[in-house]
């Protein structure tokens, strides 16, 4: 393999709109960290860029259904997806935004490129539009079945089940999301990229990864979905797609005429990628078209949902364009489900990294390990939490903890922590030397084709051959009859544990340094590995500790547990008490005025709030009713923060029976309305209202 090789690597732009999931973590970002980290080992010139999607229609969704800007909600959920990554050793050269002053001067500059040259095509067409709102529907404004595989909750521009791109008008029964109500179609005009017109270059390029003038790649080394999709859809017959959109947040069409108008996120977005290289390189001294001309491997990790975005649309753009690389590789993943059901962000049937972080900061590694172990590179799999304990274990803990801490806790016993001497050499030591020897050229092949959960099984099955030399020569016996054996045995089990304290970091880089702070090795090259000389006789090793504690049952039934506390938080908090005690149900039938009477509901005034713990949902708040001073748990966190209501007059119900929600009992309920779209708000009585008086 060419050392001189250059790489820029992109790592899929996450939705600024909510936190990232496990499912993002391990077919995206975590190999591609992988990867990164292995070429920079190597030696290779690479740039790592990714950053938040900050555009687009799902981002204004989600500001109206939490009642806030756009540009609050980019803001909120890029430091929190930001800092996930920080905390769990994600290690980009940059990660980026789509907000920034660079990217629009880049997206605007790259489509009045486009434009300019005739790469696209201005028309008018019908598009759906909501009478109530007043507005053009964008993709996402619009949800309906999928006319391909039939699932009833697919977008309009993608259903998320099947992976199938998709135009709004493709949608059986479609409704919008914004009213909920059938969308008419009404003529509006847009810029769009005619994508038929490059069907014979694309299939050559794709399938034979050849055409002239462009660098070639190797159609063998990507995966059999990527290639069997982008040949689907070129055989299937491309059509003309619309670079435009009417909404009033996004990069401004930069064209006479387009007022209203802003570039369709999936030109915007992997734009993205070029911007942030700008940013990146500036601040590096370094000149950013190096990273996107020449002898150069373009590498986007992706899922497969963005497969033809990425393989098929931008590719075209950066052709059309004229002064960029293509992409070398598309490696992308199937998708990771939990627990045997797909991860759901609507469901909130997900583990959110920045809470896996909150809860267990030092089992980053932990975490790492399993998501490679279980990489769904080539078709869908499937985390558990009874499997995240098994692995840790008998993988980490039993194999790989075991053979390091044997080996050194041996050092120290017999030699005062010093590596012994070399000796003699047995066939059995030789065996095991050639079976060390052969573990880099293993696992560079591997990485280097993108089969990164077969790499990081290697470098373990080097951990399992140190665990069995141990166990065959047991040096504890040997000690008593054959000292000078026994220097040999632990010198080699040191030099095998130094090479995985190379060959490990890409994979486990926190553990990868503690094992070199075990052994003293303070500088290290990636070419060394396979070396039986790693670590010279007379190093002082220091004394290990335990690298990984095992996970207990207790650790696994209370994550299993938060899993399906989140499954009641996403419901209302009428439903929460029913399912939690089983004495609430929703009320269906007709009444008695008597029974009414019964009810006791009372002026209170809300003393203090704040949130339940592990319960989005949740406030706890302690309410003066006149009566007394009583806990009331209410399910309004996500309307409403604690500060904000504090002081608040409010309507109680006081006597329904105490019930116990997320480990706190609440004795009352707020009275509150709800409209049609789920806001909610507080059935407040006047402000001249007393504490305590009834509410008939």
């Not at 028309?123 to 007043?134: L, R, S």
């Not at 001309?293 to 373009?298: E, I, P, W, Y």
């Not at 994979?507 to 290290?524: D, V, Y």
Request: aromatic share 10%; proline share 5%.
């Amino acid at each position: 393999m060419n050392n001189k090789q250059k790489y820029t690597v992109t790592a899929a732009l996450p939705y600024a709109n909510g936190p990232i999931h496990l499912g993002h973590v391990a077919g995206v970002y975590l190999p591609a960290d992988i990867f990164v980290r292995f070429l920079k080992h190597k030696q290779h010139d690479v740039a790592f860029i990714s950053g938040s999607d900050e555009h687009g229609a799902a981002i204004t969704l989600r500001a109206k259904k939490e009642g806030i800007t756009p540009q609050a909600i980019v803001d909120k959920y890029n430091k929190i997806i930001s800092d996930s990554f920080e905390k769990f050793d994600i290690q980009f050269d940059i990660f980026d935004r789509t907000t920034t002053a660079t990217h629009k001067e880049t997206a605007q500059d790259f489509f009045k490129v486009l434009n300019d040259k005739g790469a696209f095509t201005q028309k008018t067409t019908e598009q759906y539009f909501d009478e109530e709102h007043q507005q053009f529907l964008a993709d996402r404004y619009i949800s309906g079945e999928c006319p391909k595989c039939g699932n009833p909750g697919a977008y309009g521009d993608q259903c998320e089940k099947c992976g199938s791109a998709l135009s709004p008008t493709d949608l059986v029964n479609p409704v919008s999301t914004l009213s909920g109500k059938t969308p008419v179609l009404k003529e509006t005009s847009h810029w769009f990229l005619p994508m038929e017109r490059h069907e014979d270059w694309l299939r050559e390029w794709v399938k034979e990864g050849k055409l002239e003038g462009i660098v070639q790649h190797d159609p063998k080394k990507w995966r059999n979905q990527v290639l069997g999709q982008c040949l689907s859809w070129i055989d299937g017959g491309l059509h003309p797609r619309a670079m435009t959109r009417d909404l009033d947040w996004g990069i401004p069409v930069p064209v006479e005429g387009a007022d209203g108008k802003v570039l369709y996120v999936w030109l915007d977005a992997p734009i993205g990628y070029i911007s942030a290289t700008k940013d990146w390189a500036k601040a590096n001294n370094k000149d950013w078209k190096d990273y996107w001309t020449g002898d150069r491997k373009l590498v986007h990790f992706i899922g497969k949902d963005n497969i033809v975005f990425h393989a098929i649309i931008f590719p075209i753009l950066l052709k059309e364009h004229g002064e960029f690389i293509l992409p070398d590789n598309v490696p992308a993943s199937e998708f990771l489900n939990l627990e045997g059901d797909k991860f759901s962000t609507s469901r909130n049937w997900a583990v959110w990294l920045h809470e896996y972080l909150e809860r267990h900061p030092e089992k980053v590694d932990e975490l790492k390990y399993t998501l490679t172990s279980i990489a769904p590179e080539s078709k869908d799999s499937e985390f558990t939490w009874v499997d995240f304990q098994s692995r840790v274990n008998n993988e980490l803990a039993d194999v790989l903890g075991n053979f390091v801490n044997r080996a050194l806790v041996l050092t120290n016993k017999y030699y005062d922590g010093v590596v012994p001497a070399l000796g003699e050499l047995t066939a059995e030591d030789q065996k095991v030397i050639d079976a060390m020897k052969e573990v880099p050229s293993k696992v560079e092949e591997l990485l280097y084709n993108y089969k990164i959960r077969e790499a990081q099984s290697e470098v373990m099955a080097l951990a399992r051959i140190g665990n069995r030399y141990l166990a065959e020569t047991e040096p504890w016996k040997v000690i008593k009859t054959d000292p000078k054996r026994v220097e040999t045995i632990l010198n080699l089990s040191l030099q095998i544990v130094a090479n995985l304290s190379i060959l490990f970091d890409p994979f486990i880089p926190g553990t990868s340094a503690k094992l070199r702070g075990f052994l003293n090795m303070e500088a290290f090259k990636w070419e060394q590995t396979g070396s039986i000389e790693l670590l010279p006789a007379g190093t002082k090793t220091n004394k290990p500790s335990i690298l990984f504690p095992k996970i207990d049952d207790e650790f696994i039934e209370k994550e299993k547990e938060i899993l399906a506390a989140s499954q009641k938080e996403n419901e209302s908090i009428e439903e929460v008490e029913a399912e939690d005690e089983k004495v609430v149900a929703p009320q269906k039938e007709d009444i008695q005025f008597d029974e009414f009477l019964k009810m006791d509901i009372r002026v209170g005034k809300i003393l203090s709030a704040k949130k339940v713990k592990k319960a989005d949902k949740l406030l706890e708040l302690l309410v003066d009713t006149g009566l007394d001073q009583r806990t009331i748990v209410s399910g309004i966190a996500k309307q409403f923060d604690a500060e904000e209501i504090i002081g608040k007059k409010v309507s109680v119900l006081m006597n329904l029976p105490p019930r116990k929600l997320r480990g706190v009992t609440s004795n009352g309920m707020i009275l509150m309305a709800e409209d049609d779209k789920g806001n909610l708000n507080f059935i407040a009585p006047g402000e001249d209202m007393e504490v305590g008086a009834e509410i008939r």
